[in-house]
């Protein structure tokens, strides 16, 4: 048995994000292919289909909207037009529509705002079925982690099929082992390899320079030169990266230079266990 279900989307939201993340996309166009996808699954049987969006931003998908049978709720934004009117409009829309004789059993709402959990709850307490479809570019995480212990989520840039690149997070890298473990990995790899291009030396110096370079040079981690740094700060404050003071020979010279050492206790300390051996070593004996 199928189950009835209506389908809300914050245009607005959903709209600025595409443009922001993923501007080679056109948003009615994603607005079909999400439609595509609940189509596909089997239990769904969807009888309506809203958008809520100041459609004066917008005006040239309206008819490609409509083709697809989307309901359009036009609502004016405020100021800069990133104000919550659209999600506001939606919320009323999705209350009114429990007391209404039409019945529906499941809510798709597609957006990736977080003012949407109070209205997420109260159809949890109504008893429905509730699906959030979200970019994961724009959702926050905590935001997320509550919502995936109650109902289903699912990922916009899973139905898309693009690769995700989320903006970094300090709050991610403090409350996730597994974001620490991505980006000590990158740092330990770039040490590792100057370790070896300088002849495997336990003397190897390694700067902060180069830590920098590793995170920046990783396509993957999509890091703007802030986030690189804030990464190694978080690091160092909690001991995770030690500067220290080293002597070093330059032309014939002893000179002092900062470097810098993954603190291997610290490692153990917050059961992180990297891919590869820590080849430059903290040396006691070494230091200034």
Known sequence: ?????????????????????????????????????????????????????DFKTSSNEISDLQENLVELRHVNSIGDGKSNASDIALAIDVTKSLSNNRKFEHYVIVSSDSDMLPLILELRYQGKEITLLYLESKIKNNYLETLEKQIKVKKIEEILGVETYKPFNIENLEF???????????????????????????QTVVYQKDLLAALNNQSSFNLQPSDSSAILDYFKKEKIIIAAEVKVIIKDEDQKRTAFFINEDKLEEFDLTLDDEVMVKYREAELV
Do not use: W
């Open 176 to 202: 996730s082992n597994e974001e620490k473990f991505k980006y000590l990995n990158c740092i330990n790899k770039g040490m590792n390899d100057l370790y070896v291009k300088y002849g495997s030396k336990s």
């Open 1 to 53: 048995m199928t189950n009835p279900t209506a389908v809300f989307i914050d245009y607005d939201n959903l709209y600025r994000s595409i443009n922001e993340s993923y501007s080679m996309f056109i948003t009615s166009d994603v607005v079909k292919k999400l439609l595509d996808y609940l189509s596909d699954e089997q239990l769904n049987s969807v009888q309506l289909v809203k958008a809520f969006c």
